[in-house]
């Protein structure tokens, strides 16, 4: 079985694994460093923009934090990339940028805990919707398999496996069945093979 963790700050061990990992796999300004001079570097070996987003509880202004964020979403749109969005407290605005912005990349709200009417307007706009190990349970049983994603972030503790099992008990699916699901959202995302760099994984 493969194990595609969409967000993650940490190299996995397991070869069984193929994880978007932050900084290798990705680029982006974090809302929370959004006030600190970056540099664009060559984005040829990245394939997604993040994390980038807004965030209404920490980091700078929300002025700053959106003008930042707008230039990745120049960068993912220029590059053709998907995003790979952080948003705290500001929903609202996310989704109007969405809207006003009409991007022709897919983006990824991750790390979601919300209620299912904020799942659905994410849904509504288009958004891929990833989970970890907090979510909303009710969310996380409505949502659509083909806009699901799943996902560790910082959690390095517990394996991917034990997410997977977790995420198809509470769907009422076979683990199987759930990488199957993943390895398909992975290709309709990112528009690659769910391969790790190089390596070959046996399924
Ligand atoms: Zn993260």
Request: with cysteine; net charge negative; proline share 5%.
């Amino acid at each position: 079985m493969l194990y595609i963790d969409f967000h993650t700050h940490h190299i996995p061990a397991g070869r069984d694994v193929v994880a978007v990992v932050d900084g290798r796999d990705t680029w982006g300004i974090h809302p929370w460093r959004a006030a600190e001079a970056f540099v664009v570097p060559d984005l040829s070996t990245v394939f997604a923009i993040g994390e980038c987003g807004l965030d209404g509880v920490r980091g700078p202004s929300m002025d700053v934090q959106e003008r930042v964020f707008l230039e990745q979403v120049r960068l993912g749109e220029q590059t053709g990339k998907p995003l790979v969005i952080h948003c705290v407290k500001a929903l609202d605005r996310l989704l109007s940028l969405h809207k006003a912005l009409k991007p022709q990349q897919p983006w990824m709200f991750h790390g979601f805990r919300g209620k299912p009417q904020q799942l659905r307007s994410l849904l509504d706009s288009g958004f891929y919707v990833s989970f970890g190990f907090l979510h909303n349970e009710e969310s996380l049983r409505i949502c659509p398999a083909d806009r699901l994603l799943l996902e560790t972030d910082d959690d390095s503790e517990h394996p991917i496996a034990e997410l997977y099992n977790n995420v198809a008990r509470e769907r009422g699916i076979d683990v199987s069945t759930l990488c199957d699901e993943m390895a398909e959202n992975y290709r309709a995302f990112f528009r690659r093979e769910p391969l790790e760099r190089g390596e070959k994984v046996k399924n």
